[in-house]
Each structure stands twice: as C-alpha cells, then as structure tokens.
C-alpha cells in the first residue's frame, strides 16, 4: 500500500483583528482565547530597582534617599514613587515577574498611589 501524499501547503485560519492603541497597532484575540502574557521589562526593571534601593537604604550604605538618589543621579521624589512598589504584595509582584498582571497594569499606573494593605490592592489592581 502505497502511504498517502502529504500536501505541500496547509491553511489555517485564526480569527483576529488588529486595534491602534497608544499609536501602536495590537492584535486583539476573540473573546475567551487563550492569552499568553509578555512581561513587561520597565515594571520588572522598577521592581528590581526599588528593591535594590531598599536593602541599600536598610544595609545603611546610605542613610537617606537624598542621599541614595544622588548617587544614582536621579530624583528623589521619583525613587520614592519607585520605592513605593516594595509594598506591593507578594502575589501582584510575582504576578508581575511572570507575565501574568491584569492588562492596563504598567509603569505608571503603579507609580500612582495605591492602597497600603494587600486585600485593597488586589481589589484595585483586580489581580
């Protein structure tokens, strides 16, 4: 028995469309897809930096963010905003190294204030 042909090209069809956001063009996937997270490397950048920031600030490397803020040549008020994310809660910052936050979840919303206690994050990240 002769083994039957194996066509040279295969179609496939992937319902998608494509959105403009922030001057940006974005696939967008129907409705209950599977979505596979990016992770954002300016958030993980930030996380790794405010953390950094502490254990120097708590070693007594350096004894105030002035201080600190100078040495790393930039704003205060920006490394204390930086800063803030080391009270995020352990889940939204893993979340956030592995890819899997909330959409909209970015730099700059979490530079904005955010509550203090965890339960009050969750709701308001929506993690």
Same mark, same amino acid.
């Given at each position: 028995?002769?083994?039957?042909?194996?066509?040279?090209?295969?179609?496939?069809?992937?319902?998608?469309?494509?959105?403009?956001?922030?001057?940006?063009?974005?696939?967008?996937?129907?409705?209950?897809?599977?979505?596979?997270?990016?992770?954002?490397?300016?958030? %993980?950048?930030?996380?790794?930096?405010?953390?950094?920031?502490?254990?120097?600030?708590?070693?007594?490397?350096?004894?105030?963010?002035?201080?600190?803020? =100078?040495?790393?040549?930039?704003?205060?008020?920006?490394?204390?905003?930086?800063?803030?994310?080391?009270?995020?809660?352990?889940?939204?910052? =893993?979340?956030?190294?592995?890819?899997?936050?909330?959409?909209?979840?970015?730099?700059?919303?979490?530079?904005?204030?955010?509550?203090?206690?965890?339960? =009050?994050?969750?709701?308001? %990240?929506?993690?």
């Amino acid at each position: 028995m002769k083994p039957a042909a194996t066509p040279d090209t295969i179609t496939l069809r992937v319902p998608f469309r494509v959105v403009k956001r922030g001057g940006r063009k974005e696939v967008q996937l129907p409705p209950g897809a599977p979505v596979q997270r990016k992770t954002d490397n300016t958030l %993980i950048k930030a996380l790794a930096r405010a953390f950094r920031w502490k254990k120097m600030l708590e070693s007594g490397e350096f004894t105030t963010i002035n201080e600190l803020a =100078e040495h790393e040549g930039i704003a205060p008020s920006y490394m204390t905003r930086v800063m803030r994310l080391t009270l995020l809660a352990p889940d939204i910052v =893993e979340a956030i190294l592995d890819g899997r936050q909330v959409p909209g979840i970015n730099m700059s919303r979490l530079l904005d204030p955010f509550p203090l206690e965890w339960v =009050e994050q969750r709701k308001q %990240i929506r993690l």
